[in-house]
């Protein structure tokens, strides 16, 4: 079956420095992978979307890398705050119009 | 920015009532969906609609769910009689915005925490 694995639950890291949270799925041939933040309470928001063909991809502070070989994607927040604190969520998606299926996520704890 | 919006944000009701949550989709949005997060757990699917109607749904999503697009906006989830177990968030979601090539990138609603006592 298909599963998504992100490198812990919980993640904690100092003000200022990179924060990159790891992301292994297995039996999927994802045609893109996007990342979302969920904070507590509210529902997931979107960030970034990564297609099979693009190795990087930026947008701010944000950096997301897609190895297919590897079936790994790497969510990187440079300089990072304490208002980044929050769940991200990765989710393959082989492409079309399906659903979402969500792992647990990794909680990220940024420490001023 | 175009949002999903969700009423109410919180629900409270007694076993064995009816409850319709209600959601507005993106409004050039054609794909339409259900989520619930029991507390501490993961974002779990429960139904998704295209064309006025199913077109996937989870095992949690039995007979006594039921979704409905009434007019052209709002997009509405029915349990008919809650039960203790059905306490959770509730997201709407929408996509189908071509735009983005083609790639489903679901837009989630800010949820409705429903409470079943």
């Known amino acids: 079956s298909q599963k998504i694995e992100q490198n812990s639950e919980a993640l904690n890291i100092q003000e200022g420095k990179t924060a990159t949270l790891t992301c292994n799925y297995t039996n999927y041939s994802p045609a893109y992978l996007q990342w979302y933040r969920q904070d507590p309470g509210r529902g997931p928001v979107f960030l970034l979307l990564i297609r099979e063909n693009e190795k990087e991809k930026r947008k701010e502070r944000l950096k997301v890398t897609f190895d297919t070989t590897l079936k790994q994607s790497l969510f990187h927040i440079t300089a990072s705050q304490p208002a980044d604190s929050a769940t991200y969520l990765c989710?393959?998606?082989?492409?079309?119009?399906?659903?979402?299926?969500f792992g647990i996520g990794t909680k990220l704890q940024v420490i001023p | 920015e175009p949002e999903v919006t969700q009423t109410p944000s919180h629900q409270v009701t007694q076993m064995g009532q009816e409850v319709i949550l209600r959601c507005v989709p993106i409004?050039?949005?054609?794909?339409f969906y259900w989520y619930r997060q029991i507390l501490g757990q993961k974002v779990e699917f429960l139904v998704s609609f295209y064309n006025n109607e199913i077109s996937e749904k989870s095992e949690i999503f039995d007979d006594q769910f039921s979704v409905e697009r009434p007019d052209g906006s709002n997009f509405t989830l029915k349990i008919r009689s809650t039960k203790l177990e059905d306490s959770a968030m509730y997201f709407c979601a929408s996509s189908g915005d071509w735009t983005s090539g083609g790639a489903d990138t679901q837009y989630f609603g800010p949820g409705t925490r429903l409470t079943v006592l």
């Open positions: 409004s050039n949005h054609l794909y």
């Open positions: 989710v393959p998606n082989s492409g079309g119009y399906q659903k979402v299926t």
